[in-house]
């Protein structure tokens, strides 16, 4: 069984940054990717940033340029680091790991954007 646990939301102001951290524990093999998507308020669940075992990348692009996402492999850690943040990003997190073939979700934190 594996369990992920993220951390690091809260309310944040426009143009501020948040770091959002998400640790998997439990029967961990091989980690195959790693990924945070984010659901708004009435909005479907949408891939922010994925991020494979060989460390190949990919964004949305509505994040672009604001957000990077990276990996600590001896700690079974993904990182979101967020940057000029907008109203508009403001959703809850969920961070998605892929193991040995099946997928993990942790259960969401919450990011506010707002002044």
């Known amino acids: 069984q594996v369990q992920l646990v993220e951390s690091g939301g809260g309310l944040v102001q426009p143009g501020g940054s948040l770091r959002l951290s998400c640790a998997a524990s439990?029967?961990?093999?091989?980690?195959?990717?790693m990924a945070w998507y984010r659901q708004a308020p009435g909005k479907q669940r949408e891939l922010v940033a994925a991020i494979t075992s060989g460390g190949s990348t990919n964004y949305a692009d509505s994040v672009k340029g604001r957000f990077t996402i990276s990996r600590d492999n001896a700690k079974n850690t993904v990182y979101l680091q967020m940057n000029s943040l907008k109203p508009e990003d403001t959703a809850v997190y969920y961070c998605?790991?892929?193991?040995?073939?099946?997928?993990?979700w942790g259960k969401g934190t919450l990011v506010t954007v707002s002044s």
């Open positions: 998605k790991y892929v193991i040995g073939g099946a997928t993990y």
């Open positions: 439990g029967s961990i093999f091989s980690i195959y990717s």
